[in-house]
């Protein structure tokens, strides 16, 4: 009984992570298309046919897991607790956007940014600008946005997380073949 209990937890927990992958994908899709919109730039978010920009979501699974196994449980006073948060929100999310960039570089040989011009830039993929963005963006989710946005993310059933899954996969599929 109980181990039937322990997986049946797992794939609930399972499940929360791959809903707040997902719904991050599609939000990061739809602020960047709004911002390609507002500067007039013909350019799709991302490389999938669907509306997924998945650095968003493996951003926000970063998030998660510093959350739940560095924030929750530093105890020191709330000054030093933000500055730590700043500076592993910087650090993960500046890595993912490093690692997804050359990714796409080396897979699909595809820029989908490019930070050359910027002032403080560290290659084509890495800027400080943004760097210190992602930092702030961070510390805003830990602190205020995953308890915003779970009261969606956890009323999502079953049965749509995966078809949701699924249909990532054919898209994924088909950008492998296809790109």
């Excluded at 993310?153 to 078809?163: D, E, G």
């Amino acid at each position: 009984y109980s181990v039937f209990w322990h997986i049946t937890l797992m794939v609930i927990k399972m499940l929360y992570y791959i809903n707040c992958f997902f719904f991050y994908s599609l939000m990061g899709f739809i602020m960047e298309s709004d911002i390609f919109k507002i500067q007039q730039v013909n350019v799709h978010s991302g490389i999938y046919y669907g509306p997924v920009t998945t650095v968003y979501g493996f951003g926000i699974i970063a998030l998660l897991l510093i959350k739940k196994y560095i924030f929750e449980k530093l105890k020191c006073n709330k000054l030093f607790k933000l500055l730590i948060t700043f500076i592993l929100c910087i650090t993960s999310l500046t890595l993912i956007e490093f690692i997804g960039g050359n990714t796409l570089k080396i897979l699909f040989n595809i820029d989908m940014w490019n930070y050359t011009k910027k002032q403080f830039n560290f290659g084509k993929y890495i800027c400080l600008e943004l760097s210190l963005a992602w930092g702030v963006m961070g510390c805003f989710f830990i602190y205020y946005g995953i308890n915003f946005f779970n009261r969606f993310i956890k009323v999502i059933p079953k049965w749509f997380t995966y078809l949701i899954t699924i249909i990532h996969l054919i898209d994924t599929t088909l950008v492998l073949i296809t790109k």
